[in-house]
């Protein structure tokens, strides 16, 4: 088995702890170290049983083959961290499925996504680097999801849709066939798109409309 730290020690990363330990339940295959938070306050407790051991300064420092994955929900803040972990070449991203998952042999998963449990993907899907798809998800067929992208639990996407790098889609969001979100868009809980939506911007309700543009 592969030792392997979770980053994050919040909610999130208790349930990719648990995800893991279904994992091993099915294929024993990680040794969960703990966590890694920089939250100074974090250092030394214990979250769901595994103990917060160190920070990025921590992983930065490993000589070792190191491995990691990144469950820190914010798709910004996940990149940066994973920029940052990228200096040292010990470091080794996991890619995480929950056993529960339906997906294709169709379906090519990036290094360092997690996906959780219910979800469905079909065939000819792109997932790309250290994206999250949370629980009871669909995922249809010919979607493109790009680096970083955070998926919420119960987003249901359409086939031919196309998602930018670090764009977040809502809890129980929708969106039809043939649809692209712009990078670093965020789409809020129950949002349904039917229209293209541009880089940048946050867009809410039911058809989603921008309500906010970064541009």
């Not at 790009?146 to 196309?162: A, C, E, K, L, R």
């Amino acid at each position: 088995m592969k030792d392997l730290y979770i980053i994050g020690a919040g909610g999130f990363g208790r349930e990719v702890a648990w995800l893991v330990e279904r994992i091993n339940a099915a294929d024993p295959t990680w040794n969960i170290k703990g966590f890694i938070d920089d939250n100074p306050s974090a250092l030394g407790k214990l979250e769901g049983g595994y103990p917060v051991v160190g920070d990025s300064k921590f992983l930065l420092q490993q000589e070792k083959e190191t491995w990691v994955v990144c469950a820190v929900g914010s798709a910004k803040v996940r990149r940066t961290i994973i920029e940052r972990l990228e200096e040292n070449s010990a470091i080794h991203f996991a890619t995480v499925i929950d056993p529960s998952v339906i997906l294709s042999d169709r379906v090519t998963v990036g290094e360092g996504s997690i996906i959780c449990a219910g979800t469905v993907l079909t065939v000819d899907i792109s997932i790309g680097k250290h994206v999250i798809i949370n629980l009871d998800c669909t995922i249809g067929h010919d979607d493109i999801i790009s680096d970083f992208v955070t998926i919420y639990p119960s987003v249901n996407v359409s086939g031919n849709v196309s998602v930018g790098t670090c764009a977040e889609l809502g809890t129980g969001m929708q969106i039809i066939q043939g649809k692209k979100i712009g990078r670093e868009s965020i789409l809020g809980a129950g949002a349904v798109v039917v229209k293209d939506i541009p880089e940048k911007c946050t867009a809410v309700g039911s058809p989603a409309r921008v309500i906010k543009s970064k541009c």
